[in-house]
């Protein structure tokens, strides 16, 4: 018996998930076959969606390798560039208008 098949057994999971969806689509007067072949159907979309993603996946993988080696192998040729952080002024103009107010307010009303 080969170890590998050709064709992967779906998942229990993606099994359920595809009768779910072909039960929901089910049309007055279908035939159980009929939801079976549907079902069967929406697996292979569902195994082929999955493929594409990992085949994407990998991709993206190799492509940030790719990008490390080559930062790697620039080393610190290149000086990279610094970000600066700057704080914009009005919550600070905020802040200080609002303990004036509230110093103000203090003496004014010293009662409260």
């Known amino acids: 018996m080969p170890r590998y098949t050709k ?5 229990p999971e993606t099994r359920e998930e595809a009768m779910k969806i072909a039960r929901g689509t089910q049309r007055p007067g279908q035939t159980k076959e009929q939801t079976k072949l549907i079902a069967q159907g929406i697996q292979k979309g569902i195994d082929q969606y999955k493929k594409q993603q ?10 940030h390798g790719h990008r490390a080696d080559q ?33 103000i307010y203090i003496v004014l009303f010293p009662d409260y």
């Open 7 to 11: 064709h992967p057994k779906p998942s």
């Open 54 to 63: 990992k085949a994407k996946a990998r991709e993206l993988d190799k492509r």
């Open 71 to 103: 930062k790697a192998q620039q080393g610190e040729q290149k000086p990279s560039a610094t970000v600066v952080y700057r704080q914009h002024w009005l919550p600070w103009l905020l802040l200080v208008v609002s303990w004036v107010a509230f110093v």
